[in-house]
């Protein structure tokens, strides 16, 4: 890959980080919500030690990408802790997108 598109990727990264901003409270509860909804996803809030929410996370690249947000770590559906998530990726990509995640944990 040469040097203009590194730049052109990590630029386009960069935007999209600066432009997705910190999650309100608001934010946090809503996708709770929405992932609490889904059939597929009920047995981790039940059996889970606790869970991070990441609101929105921004992803970007064009061969060299990556992924960024922050969120917030819960235990007993009380907020304990912030946490942010960074990933690099790799390989034939091109593009960028928005998206929710949650992490559960399994224990202590």
Request: glycine share 12%.
């Amino acid at each position: 890959m040469n040097k203009p598109n590194l730049y052109v990727s990590v630029i386009a990264f960069l935007l999209l980080v600066l432009a997705a901003g910190p999650a309100s409270a608001d934010e946090y509860a809503d996708t709770i919500d929405l992932f609490k909804k889904s059939e597929a996803v009920q047995p981790f809030f039940k059996n889970a030690y606790g869970y991070a929410v990441f609101p929105t996370l921004g992803k970007a690249g064009f061969g060299i990408g990556g992924s960024y947000g922050t969120g917030q770590v819960y235990k007993g559906g009380k907020v304990t802790g912030e946490t942010s998530l960074v990933k690099a990726t790799f390989g034939f990509q091109a593009g960028a997108q928005a998206f929710s995640q949650m992490i559960f944990f399994e224990d202590k």
